[in-house]
């Protein structure tokens, strides 16, 4: 799809705000009115006189949600015209007569009729910004210029009875008017022509949807994909979409930007308090996420009192804390699905012990100078500033006298890596190395930590203690961008909370 193939109306979406508050909806009528049919082409020259506004989606648009989405939005922050962007970009640079297939995820449920609230699978919202299950995209490229590519979009037809059990969802329109596919079509219908016609004369198809069974025998959506390009060959997607999920955009940058204020705002309060339970703590962070305007926590956090602080992912959180005890918290929220990752450690009291603040101090000074590498002119790696950082708290130990020589010491101490992406998942674009050398737009987590067994090979007065500190943290080209520096990590400015 090409903005300049586009009728006027559409490209005055993508290229200005609008004056007032505007749909396609607002002019164009509902596909309802079309009742039996399975495809549609858009846009369509027909009108309507209902109001976006009066209408029910199954996921924020602006006309419905202005308090979410800006004019032009599909997502918090995210516009029409970058998730096209997107897909332009993905299709250049597939070969010729490739096809990209992106089925949505499917609701998971707890147990028995119980679900979890729904999360889209990253990739599909990544290139569509489309937030619903049952549904599946088709990416095809027709050309070699930027924009030569054709959108399909299959998802739920409109069911008011349905939707009275199930709540809304956006329907087959909405796919063309709201989220500018240039095909759509009920997801029931791809097996009757619909999915043959989008893939005809395909012979690459990229895709990570599982297409057959470990025994061979191919999947529902493998039979159908065989059905629709008998031709084509399967490759993965991963790493072409990783490429580009990678490098943030502005527009992400500023939704992190905004996940982690609000998310070290709310750690910061936490610490202005004692605690009496892990669970108290981990129901007062979700508390502050929702009331500050995120969407919720970005994961299960980690709220470990004391020894279980040594427990790298604690999440049971449903233990008492002594006012004598650390609290090692690893938390985060997330706003537009765009996460942040935190950890903050300090003393239940308020005031860091001896012991503890000599500890704290080890890994804050190791922290301190690997974040300060996080710029694309020091041309390091993910594994090259693990090893920076590994170096700092090995010389940071050993003046506080350990024994950091021997066989394993460090890896006892300092068991895991000291980052990893950060963007839409917490371990952001699976698969893609920490040995690339950072460029601006990476965003990283820098965690360095130190974990001392209660064991007579340490010094007896850092047994049991778990220290880790940890930042996302954005590569600019000659500095770091340190989104969730409103978390307070100073001792100085820990203490003087409770003053």
Same mark, same amino acid.
């Given at each position: 799809?090409?903005?300049?193939?586009?009728p006027?109306?559409?490209l005055e979406r993508?290229?200005?705000?609008h004056?007032?508050?505007?749909?396609p909806?607002?002019t164009?009528?509902?596909f309802?009115?079309?009742?039996?049919?399975?495809?549609?082409?858009?846009?369509?020259?027909y009108?309507?006189?209902?109001?976006?506004?009066?209408?029910?989606?199954?996921?924020p648009?602006?006309?419905?949600h202005?308090?979410?989405?800006?004019?032009?939005?599909?997502?918090p922050?995210i516009?029409?015209?970058?998730?096209?962007e997107?897909?332009?970009?993905?299709?250049?640079?597939?070969p010729?007569?490739?096809?990209?297939v992106?089925p949505?995820?499917?609701?998971?449920?707890?147990s028995?009729a119980?679900?979890?609230?729904f999360?889209?699978e990253?990739?599909f919202?990544?290139?569509?910004?489309f937030a619903?299950?049952?549904s599946?995209?088709?990416?095809?490229?027709?050309?070699?210029e930027?924009?030569?590519y054709?959108f399909?979009?299959y998802?739920?037809?409109k069911?008011?009875?349905a939707?009275?059990?199930?709540?809304?969802?956006?329907?087959?329109?909405?796919?063309?008017?709201?989220?500018?596919?240039?095909?759509?079509?009920?997801i029931?219908g791809?097996?009757?022509?619909?999915?043959a016609?989008?893939?005809d004369?395909v012979t690459?198809?990229?895709?990570?949807?599982?297409l057959a069974?470990?025994?061979?025998?191919l999947?529902?959506?493998?039979d159908?994909v065989?059905?629709?390009?008998?031709?084509?060959?399967?490759?993965p997607?991963?790493?072409?979409?990783?490429?580009?999920?990678?490098i943030?955009?502005?527009?992400e940058?500023t939704?992190?930007?905004? =996940? !982690?204020?609000?998310? *070290?705002?709310a750690? #910061?309060?936490?610490? $202005?308090r004692?605690w009496?339970?892990? +669970?108290?703590? @981990?129901?007062?962070l979700?508390?502050?996420?929702?009331t500050?305007?995120l969407?919720?926590?970005?994961?299960?956090?980690v709220?470990?009192?004391?020894?279980r602080?040594?427990?790298?992912?604690y999440v049971?959180?449903?233990?008492t804390v002594d006012?004598?005890e650390?609290?090692?918290?690893d =938390? !985060?929220?997330?706003? *537009?699905?765009?996460? #942040?990752?935190?950890? $903050?450690?300090?003393?239940n009291?308020? +005031?860091?012990? @001896?012991?503890?603040?000599d500890l704290?101090?080890a890994?804050?000074?190791?922290q301190?100078?690997?974040v300060?590498l996080?710029?694309a002119s020091?041309?390091?790696?993910?594994?090259?500033?693990?090893?920076?950082?590994?170096?700092?708290?090995?010389?940071q130990?050993?003046?506080?006298?350990?024994?950091?020589?021997?066989p *394993?010491?460090?890896?006892?101490?300092?068991p895991?890596?000291?980052?990893?992406y950060?963007?839409?998942?917490?371990?952001?674009?699976?698969?893609y190395?920490?040995?690339?050398?950072?460029?601006a737009?990476?965003?990283?987590?820098?965690?360095?930590?130190?974990?001392?067994p209660?064991?007579?090979?340490w010094?007896a007065?850092?047994?049991?203690l778990?220290?880790?500190?940890?930042d996302?943290?954005?590569?600019?080209?000659?500095?770091?961008?340190?989104?969730?520096?409103e978390?307070v990590?100073?001792v100085?400015?820990?203490e003087a909370l409770?003053n």
């Amino acid at each position: 799809m090409k903005l300049r193939q586009l009728p006027i109306w559409q490209l005055e979406r993508h290229l200005r705000p609008h004056a007032r508050h505007f749909s396609p909806q607002l002019t164009r009528q509902s596909f309802a009115r079309i009742p039996n049919a399975r495809n549609a082409s858009c846009p369509r020259p027909y009108s309507t006189a209902t109001p976006a506004s009066d209408l029910l989606f199954g996921q924020p648009v602006h006309e419905t949600h202005p308090h979410i989405l800006a004019a032009g939005e599909l997502t918090p922050g995210i516009t029409a015209q970058e998730y096209h962007e997107r897909r332009a970009t993905l299709c250049a640079s597939l070969p010729p007569d490739s096809a990209v297939v992106l089925p949505s995820a499917t609701l998971k449920y707890r147990s028995g009729a119980v679900f979890h609230a729904f999360r889209q699978e990253s990739n599909f919202l990544y290139l569509t910004g489309f937030a619903e299950p049952e549904s599946l995209a088709v990416l095809r490229r027709t050309g070699d210029e930027l924009g030569d590519y054709a959108f399909h979009l299959y998802c739920r037809p409109k069911d008011a009875r349905a939707e009275q059990w199930a709540g809304p969802w956006s329907g087959v329109d909405a796919a063309c008017d709201v989220w500018n596919a240039d095909e759509a079509g009920d997801i029931g219908g791809i097996g009757q022509g619909a999915l043959a016609r989008a893939l005809d004369g395909v012979t690459h198809i990229f895709t990570d949807a599982e297409l057959a069974r470990p025994d061979g025998a191919l999947t529902q959506l493998g039979d159908l994909v065989r059905a629709a390009a008998p031709r084509a060959t399967a490759q993965p997607l991963r790493a072409r979409v990783n490429a580009l999920r990678a490098i943030k955009s502005p527009a992400e940058i500023t939704n992190m930007r905004r =996940a !982690g204020r609000d998310s *070290g705002r709310a750690l #910061t309060e936490a610490m $202005r308090r004692p605690w009496r339970t892990e +669970k108290a703590l @981990a129901a007062f962070l979700e508390y502050e996420y929702q009331t500050r305007g995120l969407d919720g926590a970005a994961y299960v956090p980690v709220v470990a009192g004391g020894s279980r602080g040594l427990l790298i992912h604690y999440v049971l959180n449903n233990s008492t804390v002594d006012d004598s005890e650390m609290l090692l918290v690893d =938390a !985060g929220g997330e706003y *537009g699905t765009y996460i #942040t990752d935190i950890t $903050r450690t300090w003393p239940n009291s308020g +005031k860091f012990g @001896a012991a503890q603040k000599d500890l704290y101090n080890a890994v804050l000074r190791a922290q301190r100078s690997t974040v300060s590498l996080c710029r694309a002119s020091a041309g390091l790696t993910l594994d090259k500033l693990h090893r920076v950082a590994e170096e700092a708290l090995r010389d940071q130990l050993r003046q506080l006298g350990f024994d950091v020589g021997g066989p *394993g010491a460090m890896n006892a101490l300092f068991p895991h890596h000291v980052g990893h992406y950060v963007g839409l998942d917490v371990h952001d674009v699976p698969g893609y190395p920490r040995d690339v050398v950072l460029r601006a737009g990476h965003c990283v987590t820098v965690e360095p930590g130190v974990y001392v067994p209660d064991d007579d090979r340490w010094p007896a007065a850092f047994r049991g203690l778990g220290v880790r500190i940890e930042d996302s943290v954005c590569v600019m080209d000659d500095s770091p961008l340190v989104l969730t520096t409103e978390a307070v990590k100073e001792v100085d400015d820990i203490e003087a909370l409770r003053n």
